[in-house]
Every structure is written in C-alpha cells, then in structure tokens.
C-alpha cells in the first residue's frame, strides 16, 4: 500500500493552508451536522413546554428567556457560553477548537426563539468590540 501513499501525500498543515471561504464551508458543514446531534435532541427534550401546546395538541418549546412556548421551527439551540470565546475570532479558532465548544454538554445548551436569541447574538457581538 506504500504506492497509495505517495499518490495521496499527507499534507503538512493541511488547515493553515485552507483559504477562509474553505475554511468557513468545513465549519458550516460542522454546524449542519452538530444539528442533528443527540446533544441538540436531548436539550429540545429537556425544552418541550410543560404547558402551551399547539394547533393539533402539537409539542411546543419553551424559550429559557422569555417562557413563550414556541414550535420548533420558531426555536434555535443557543450556546449558554458562546462558540466563539469572548476576544476571539472565529478565524483565529482551529476547527478542532471550534468543533469541541461547538458539541459541548446538553447543559451549556438552552433553547432560545429567535428573537431572543438575536438579541442575546447581538450583545455577545457588542461585548467583544469592547
Ligand atoms: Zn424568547
């Protein structure tokens, strides 16, 4: 097997070498599939509202801000502590890096609308210009 190994030579700092756009495809690739990961199963579980149902009787999420009930469409998984840390950029994180804090714990994960969660975005956003 020693010919297949020169065909496919391992390339030496095969992520420094990845241009951004590259780079930013893997990640969103990552996120895609962090989705559909048991973590995100097992907080959507946890978040099903103990009250509000549905049209139909449907389940409905309750948002750990605001307690509205919301239908999964209307819902995001939020990280309690960012993916990206505070004073970094996603740029500046390996996708090792990004991929670890991205698939951390059921409990760093909570439920969010999307209102909710754009502010909370935003004001991560804000912090780190600071
Ligand atoms: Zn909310």
Wanted: glycine share 4%.
């Amino acid at each position: 097997m020693s010919e297949d190994k020169s065909k496919y030579p391992k390339q030496e700092n095969f992520e420094g070498n990845l241009d951004k756009k590259t780079k930013n495809s893997i990640i969103n690739f990552i996120r895609l599939s962090f989705r559909r990961s048991p973590q995100v199963q097992e907080c959507l579980k946890k978040s099903i509202h103990p009250t509000v149902k549905g049209p139909r009787g449907g389940k409905m999420y309750q948002c750990a801000k605001c307690k509205e009930g919301f239908s999964q469409k209307e819902v995001q998984i939020d990280h309690i502590e960012a993916v990206v840390p505070k004073g970094k950029k996603q740029v500046d994180m390996s996708l090792d890096e990004y991929a670890e804090r991205l698939f951390c714990s059921v409990e760093n994960l909570q439920v969010l609308d999307k209102e909710c969660h754009k502010v909370k975005s935003q004001e991560e956003r804000m912090n780190k210009t600071k």
